[in-house]
């Protein structure tokens, strides 16, 4: 079982919609961090969070430490929107076998007009 | 703007040429990671140094070198390239997080590898 999951795998909505991407991870975390990467491989920064909720023009990012839980909102979702979301969580190295950041799978997003 | 640059951004290479992989930073941070992304997978950390301490991951084989040899460039050299070693290669710089809390991670374009 992998340390940081993602759900879903695939997501495809319509122009405008509503989007949720949701993350869960097992150990005890001091930051998890947000990433876009579009097609052509750079990784963009998005989020970091280790408590509550931020919000930046038309994303926003929740967590949830005692659950374990992150969850990815995007809100009027446009075509460029479409990108790999990515949630990786930073575990101290007392929870792992060294500090490093622990990845999820990705969340493939496509948005049609 | 302070930035997180790779070069090239693509490189093709032949099966068993060795070929060397750029990564340069304007940020001053004192850490920096080279992580191997093969398609559709989470990226994987090969190594870091923080500063000219290089840190290699246990899986991380022994075809995958690196070479800091100032604070604003790091190496990533392939000795023996196969054709599973084609991938996006990606570099990120934090500053020191040996306190063991986390500080943000700034990511390259990356390079993408062909290997033929």
């Known amino acids: 079982k992998n340390e940081v999951e993602q759900s879903p795998q695939n997501l495809t909505a319509q122009e405008g919609e509503f989007i949720t991407i949701n993350c869960s991870y097992s150990?005890?975390?001091?930051?998890l961090h947000w990433l876009q990467q579009h097609p052509g491989g750079g990784i963009v920064s998005l989020f970091m969070?280790?408590?509550g909720k931020k919000k930046h023009g038309r994303l926003i990012a929740t967590i949830n430490i005692q659950e374990k839980h992150s969850s990815l909102h995007i809100t009027a979702s446009h075509p460029r929107d479409s990108a790999v979301y990515i949630c990786?969580?930073?575990?101290?190295?007392?929870?792992?076998?060294?500090?490093?950041?622990?990845f999820g799978e990705g969340t493939q997003l496509t948005v049609n007009p | 703007d302070a930035m997180v640059i790779q070069n090239p951004r693509y490189q093709v290479t032949q099966f068993g040429k060795p070929v060397t992989l750029s990564c340069s930073q304007t940020l001053n941070h004192n850490v920096m990671y080279w992580y191997q992304q093969k398609s559709s997978q989470a990226p994987k950390l090969l190594f870091h140094y923080y500063d000219k301490d290089f840190n290699n991951e246990a899986d991380t084989p022994d075809n995958f070198q690196s070479r800091r040899p100032n604070t604003s460039f790091c190496f990533l050299d392939i000795r023996s390239p196969g054709l599973g070693d084609a991938a996006m290669y990606l570099c990120a710089t934090s500053r020191d997080p040996r306190t063991g809390a986390y500080n943000e991670q700034f990511f390259g374009p990356g390079t993408r590898l062909t290997v033929l």
């Open positions: 150990v005890g975390i001091s930051a």
């Open positions: 990786a969580v930073w575990a101290p190295f007392w929870e792992t076998s060294g500090s490093r950041l622990t």
């Open positions: 969070l280790s408590s």
